[in-house]
């Protein structure tokens, strides 16, 4: 039973999480990288915001891992550029089939 337990551990889920978003950002191309970053970068300051509103701006830039955005958002919370809220509305992309996005803060 404890082995089990071990599964729905929740620093393992993170662990497991920050991973894959490592392993994400590693592959994906440097220019839409810094692409992205420049778009989070450019949001208002106090202006709330989800990865949705940073598509448009990478019109031009392409990757064949578009899941390392999450690498760009975690290093753009931790250049103090924006940070995380508790709050998620769906996505509007048809692409992500309205899944929950985080909303971020631009600081």
């Known amino acids: 039973m404890s082995e089990q337990m071990g599964l ?11 991973e894959a978003i ?7 191309s440097q220019a839409w990288m810094d692409a992205a970053f420049h ?3 450019r949001i208002a300051p106090g202006a709330r ?3 949705d509103d940073l598509w448009p701006a990478l019109d ?4 064949h ?11 753009v919370a931790k250049m103090g550029i924006a940070r995380a809220t ?4 769906l996505s509007k992309r ?14």
């Not at 729905?8 to 920050?18: K, L, T």
């Not at 891992?65 to 290093?75: I, N, S, T």
């Open 65 to 75: 891992e578009p899941r390392a955005l999450g690498a760009v958002m975690q290093r």
């Open 94 to 107: 048809p692409q992500c089939h309205a899944r929950p996005l985080r909303v971020w803060i631009r600081l």
């Open 86 to 89: 508790n709050d998620h509305v």
């Open 8 to 18: 729905f551990n929740g620093d393992v889920a993170r662990a497991a999480r920050d």
């Open 49 to 51: 915001f989800t990865t």
């Open 39 to 41: 778009a989070a970068s």
């Open 22 to 28: 490592d392993r994400a950002g590693a592959h994906a």
């Open 60 to 63: 031009g830039h392409w990757t």
